[in-house]
Nanobody, 120 residues
Framework: QVQVLESGGGLVQAGGSLRLSCVAS????????MGWHRQAPGKQRELVAG???????DYADSVKGRFTIFRANAKNTVYLRMNSLKPEDTAVYYC??????????????WGQGTQVTVSS
């Protein structure tokens, strides 16, 4: 079995910072792309940032220059550093990982989500 677990959400004032972490564990053969998505109340889930296994990354326009995604491959971990947070960043943040397990089955895994609330 493979599990993906996020941590690091919370309540912060506008202009503040948070760092989210996501760890993949279990019967992992290889981790391909990893990423962060978010879903605000009444809105569709959207991609915030993604990073490939070789370090190529992509960001939503709304977070460019404020958020940084990076990963520690040896720890099966991806992070999202969020600076200059705005109230519109308030959402549940989900980690996503494209994983090949030890049976060589490849699929997407999602974490349970972590709440980020930015007060004005």
């Amino acid at each position: 079995q493979v599990q993906v677990l996020e941590s690091g959400g919370g309540l912060v004032q506008a202009g503040g910072s948070l760092r989210l972490s996501c760890v993949a564990s279990g019967s992992i053969f290889a981790i391909n792309a990893m990423g962060w998505h978010r879903q605000a109340p009444g809105k569709q889930r959207e991609l915030v940032a993604g990073i490939s296994s070789d370090g190529r990354f992509d960001y939503a326009d709304s977070v460019k220059g404020r958020f940084t995604i990076f990963r520690a491959n040896a720890k099966n971990t991806v992070y999202l550093r969020m600076n200059s947070l705005k109230p519109e960043d308030t959402a549940v943040y989900y980690c996503n990982a494209d994983i090949t397990d030890t049976s060589r089955t490849r699929r997407d895994y999602w974490g349970q989500g972590t709440q980020v609330t930015v007060s004005s």
